[in-house]
């Protein structure tokens, strides 16, 4: 049991508190472009024992990972999302592909969304028009799309990859590949697992020969991506559902790998919710605790922050976030939250890049 620095009472309390989550990043260091290399970028290692921090490149991540290691991805695939279209009457729209609630049927973000009435139309192409039929909180719609040709190849002709905010640029034709992990298999985010950026087929190879266990799980990532915690005590905000899923094959090695002592590494925020989501209490073990993982598939809304206990986890790899991000609440959840702001405020001096385009960080 890996024993992290401990926040005081007083300290415990404000962990619920959206400001604790605020940090300085001078604008310079947020990432427009990826780097010329998937693998060319900083790692930043943080030892969540003691607390130490020292720097590396991400080529050197086999040399924290040890034989027998489980190392979890998400094989979600980003679709092109961003869609432009105008209103019958005219005027510009553009349509932020969420969530699929069923074949043809999405949830959505919409701009300009006060001036979409329910049994609007939205024109994208000749082959593809829209209609608003349900309205939803914080800009969103309820979409069903009409298509004369199949909806994916409309989908890919017509649409842009859905780069975050932050990213001050439109999506380029690079983005295609570069926002887009090598194993990507399953369609269906909207927006990247950006820790996954970072590896490539080599270097998966490599872990591979190692006897690094690599397995496979799949989260396809929604609305808190984009959506910031608005509420200043982040127990009252409410996570969107997800849909994820795990496979028998990847429970069994991840419950033997617990059973034998070994450690499961989550590659990104979107592998711990999903590991976590599926994490069962064994009513024989002595003390009631969460020793294996369910296989099936579920949406999920667990929001993790300081204070969370893991279950499955015991290392993670992934990006720097956004300040009063869920995202930096979970990283904050599993790396001890003095010892998250202590890496952050290193990171800045340091020049890391931020964000979805930048740097990677190793906990373990």
Not at 107 to 119: A, D, I, M, Q
Not at 177 to 203: D, W
Not at 219 to 235: A, C, E, Q, S, Y
Request: charged share 25%.
């Amino acid at each position: 049991m890996v024993a992290l620095l401990q926040p005081s009472p007083k300290q415990k309390m404000s962990l619920t508190n959206r400001s604790s989550y605020r940090y300085s990043l001078p604008p310079e260091l947020i990432a427009q472009y990826p780097p010329d290399q998937r693998e060319h970028c900083r790692l930043l290692y943080l030892n969540r024992k003691s607390g130490s921090v020292s720097h590396y490149s991400f080529t050197d991540i086999g040399e924290f990972l040890k034989a027998g290691d489980v190392l979890v991805l998400n094989t979600t695939k980003v679709i092109p999302a961003r869609l432009k279209g105008e209103k019958e009457s005219g005027g510009a729209v553009e349509v932020l592909l969420i969530k699929e609630l069923k074949p043809g049927r999405w949830e959505c973000l919409v701009r300009p969304g006060n001036r979409l009435k329910t049994g609007r139309k939205i024109l994208f192409s000749k082959s593809l028009q829209g209609i608003i039929s349900d309205h939803l909180s914080e800009g969103r719609r309820v979409i069903d799309f009409q298509h004369s040709d199949d909806f994916w190849e409309i989908v890919n002709e017509l649409g842009e990859m859905p780069l975050p905010p932050y990213i001050k640029r439109k999506a380029v034709s690079s983005d295609d590949h570069n926002y887009q992990t090598v194993y990507a298999t399953e369609r269906g985010s909207a927006a990247a697992p950006t820790a996954g950026l970072h590896f490539t087929p080599k270097i998966l190879q490599e872990l591979h020969l190692k006897g690094i266990i690599i397995v496979s799980l799949l989260l396809h990532i929604g609305l808190d991506t984009f959506r910031p915690v608005k509420v200043d005590n982040i127990l009252e905000h409410k996570m969107h559902s997800e849909f994820c899923s795990i496979s028998e094959q990847t429970a069994d090695s991840i419950n033997k790998a617990k059973k034998e002592g070994r450690r499961v590494i989550a590659v990104g925020t979107t592998s711990v919710r999903t590991l976590e989501s599926f994490a069962v209490k064994n009513a024989n073990h002595p003390d009631n605790a969460a020793t294996y993982i369910s296989s099936g598939s579920k949406w999920t809304e667990l929001f993790i922050y300081p204070g969370y206990e893991l279950k499955i986890v015991d290392g993670l790899i992934t990006n720097f976030h956004l300040p009063e991000s869920t995202l930096l609440m979970l990283v904050s959840a599993i790396g001890g939250y003095n010892n998250i702001r202590k890496a952050y405020d290193l990171a800045v001096q340091e020049r890391y890049r931020f964000f979805s385009y930048g740097d990677a960080m190793l906990i373990l």
